[in-house]
């Protein structure tokens, strides 16, 4: 069965594959918000990706953040990761607004999608072995959702390395690089490196906002 966006959506919604995220969640929601948040103000559940599946380029990162995409419910909104890719996007003509608040705040993507390897804000950022596994059927699913697909940008090693392993190929025959382009046998699409936007990256100079535009504005061209 052929899923549209919506349906994609909320079979991630709906997971329940990983104890240890969902009451890693559960316990954010109740004990572990930022101070001045509500209950309410809290998604905690899997975080559906965000974008068109007709897009001709595909986001990845590794996972939410606990009180970012953890928070919101829509990927890389509402940390300092997500200001500088929506910034980077609205420059390059991707969306249609450079300020990513809240999953109701009216931003629309313009041929882009963005996603998660791992669907679930996981403890200390690192999601387990199995947790990739288990979500490694979404990623694999909608990328063949993904009709018109061009290219898939791999934010960061680890998203990267995911990205290959849900594909079955060999680590050491596509290694991470930032601003690599790596052509995949059998596939119309190709996968694209960055180094992931983080602070630290920033604030290190081992990512300059620069440096991050160019491979944005690659996607849109």
């Given at each position: 069965m052929v899923l549209d966006s919506?349906?994609?959506?909320?079979?991630?919604?709906?997971?329940?594959?990983?104890p240890r995220l969902v009451e890693y969640a559960n316990e954010t929601k109740l004990n572990?918000?930022?101070?001045?948040?509500?209950?309410?103000?809290?998604?905690?559940?899997?975080?559906?990706?965000?974008?068109?599946?007709?897009?001709h380029a595909l986001i990845i990162g590794l996972a939410p953040g606990r009180h970012g995409a953890g928070r919101t419910g829509r990927?890389?909104?509402?940390?300092?990761?997500?200001?500088v890719l929506y910034r980077a996007l609205y420059e390059s003509g991707s969306s249609s607004?450079?300020?990513?608040?809240?999953?109701?705040?009216?931003l629309e993507l313009r041929d882009v999608r963005i996603a998660n390897a791992v669907r679930c804000a996981p403890p200390?950022?690192?999601?387990?072995?199995?947790?990739?596994?288990?979500?490694?059927?979404?990623?694999?699913?909608?990328?063949?959702?993904?009709k018109n697909l061009k290219f898939v940008l791999a934010l960061g090693s680890l998203a990267h390395r995911q990205l290959v392993s849900s594909l079955g190929l060999r680590q050491t025959d596509f290694k991470f690089g930032h601003k690599v382009i790596h052509t995949l046998s059998?596939?119309?699409?190709?996968?694209?490196?960055?180094y992931h936007p983080s602070r630290y990256n920033i604030n290190t100079k081992r990512l300059?906002?620069?440096?991050?535009?160019?491979?944005?504005q690659k996607l849109a061209h």
């Open positions: 919506n349906e994609f959506d909320e079979l991630i919604v709906k997971c329940q594959k990983c572990g918000r930022k101070s001045g948040f509500e209950i309410d103000d809290y998604w905690c559940k899997p975080v559906p990706s965000f974008g068109s599946l007709d897009a990927p890389f909104t509402g940390d300092y990761a997500g200001e607004s450079k300020d990513a608040i809240s999953i109701d705040d009216g200390q950022n690192k999601p387990l072995i199995e947790e990739i596994r288990n979500c490694r059927p979404y990623l694999i699913q909608e990328i063949e959702l993904m059998g596939k119309d699409w190709k996968l694209m490196n960055s300059t906002y620069q440096m991050f535009l160019e491979v944005i």
